[in-house]
């Protein structure tokens, strides 16, 4: 029988190049007395052909040096954790300090952002659905921070490929798929930026972005019609939504005011409360007095690793029922780059009264 240091582990990993797009799956469960590993493998989106390394089940020891074998045999034919299919750097800084931290957004409703369509002091970019990331490129090397500031892993494909840049150059985007999609300036060629105008360091942006294939900077429109149509595309897009910018602003770490988002779904990053049968999790937010409150289940895709209880996982909903769960919940990924601290009811803004939806329904 398994003890509490025998546990079950699933690796999900990807290759993406030469004319491919596979997924291979392998999984280290208990059966029996003992242990098997077993395997998934073929094209992502297709049906995955499935076997087993072990015959029969092993003693736990032997099944987890049999799945660790595994898993290195493929990371080292190019398969990669990231869903993307692309390789990643292994930086010996991941996990530390970086002292560089992103300027988040706060997020508003939609009729509160109307106003600012109209104010010629602000302008409109879209919020792209990827995970905040701040680059540093000096010379030939790059390094990527995350949303709390630590360096992480950067897909192989950037690193040296920005040009051989002239002191240091620090740039604020959205990390997506194997793309940067760069929406601000911090430093230019050892040029600190910060406490310029946010319209002044975008007008710079350009010039860095133009020459390095895999960053695109995200289009920032300035006029009251400009602003209402690119929103009006992004909706039909389905896209993630738009973030308001204060043209005069410098940059400052941290929660902005002058950096305002409307998302058109909503979503939450919450706390897995409870792994249910069926591949479902349940999740949570803490309250103001710090208590936890389910907000239903979600159901964890195929090709996604099953969280355990404790992680933070992001959630897109339609809305929330007052006092109720979510409605619609789909299951988006881990969240390794925030805290349980993050994990809070309040990011719930957009609440129906049941009895109002219900004689909407009847009116209908």
Not at 77 to 104: F, I, N, V
Not at 254 to 275: D, H, M, P, Y
Not at 281 to 293: F, P
Request: hydrophobic share 40%; charged share 25%; proline share 4%.
């Amino acid at each position: 029988m398994p003890n509490a240091e025998q546990a079950s582990r699933s690796s999900f990993l990807y290759f993406t190049g030469q004319g491919s797009d596979k997924v291979y799956q392998v999984h280290l469960r208990p059966k029996d007395d003992g242990w098997v590993v077993d395997y998934g493998n073929g094209r992502r989106g297709g049906t995955l052909s499935t076997g087993t390394k072990t015959s029969s089940p092993v003693a736990y020891e032997a099944a987890l040096k049999i799945y660790d074998k595994v898993v290195k045999e493929k990371t080292s034919k190019g398969y990669t954790p990231d869903q993307s299919g692309a390789l990643y750097t292994s930086t010996d800084l991941a996990g530390r300090m970086s002292g560089e931290l992103p300027q988040l957004p706060t997020l508003i409703l939609e009729e509160q952002a109307a106003r600012y369509f109209d104010d010629p002091g602000w302008g409109l970019q879209e919020k792209a659905d990827g995970e905040n990331r701040i680059l540093l490129i000096e010379g030939e090397a790059v390094r990527g921070t995350n949303r709390r500031g630590l360096f992480v892993d950067i897909p192989q494909a950037w690193v040296g490929a920005a040009g051989a840049q002239v002191g240091r150059t620090v740039i604020a985007g959205e990390h997506v798929g194997d793309a940067f999609m760069a929406f601000d300036l911090l430093e230019l060629h050892g040029q600190d930026l910060r406490d310029a105008p946010f319209i002044e360091r975008f007008g710079h942006l350009g010039k860095v972005a133009g020459t390095v294939p895999w960053m695109t900077v995200l289009e920032l429109e300035l006029s009251a019609e400009g602003k209402r149509r690119r929103a009006a595309e992004l909706l039909v897009a389905h896209g993630e939504g738009y973030v308001l910018k204060a043209l005069d602003a410098p940059f400052s770490a941290g929660r902005s005011s002058t950096s305002l988002k409307f998302k058109f779904n909503q979503s939450a990053t919450c706390e897995v409360i409870r792994v249910n049968a069926q591949r479902s999790v349940a999740v949570g937010l803490r309250d103001e007095a710090g208590a936890m409150v389910d907000l239903g289940n979600v159901t964890v895709p195929p090709n996604e690793a099953l969280p355990a209880v404790g992680a933070l996982v992001e959630v897109r909903y339609l809305y929330r029922y007052a006092g109720g769960k979510f409605e619609q919940p789909v299951y988006k990924g881990q969240r390794t780059d925030m805290t349980t601290a993050d994990a809070v009811l309040s990011q719930v803004t957009r609440i129906k009264d049941r009895s109002a939806a219900l004689d909407d329904d009847e009116a209908a």
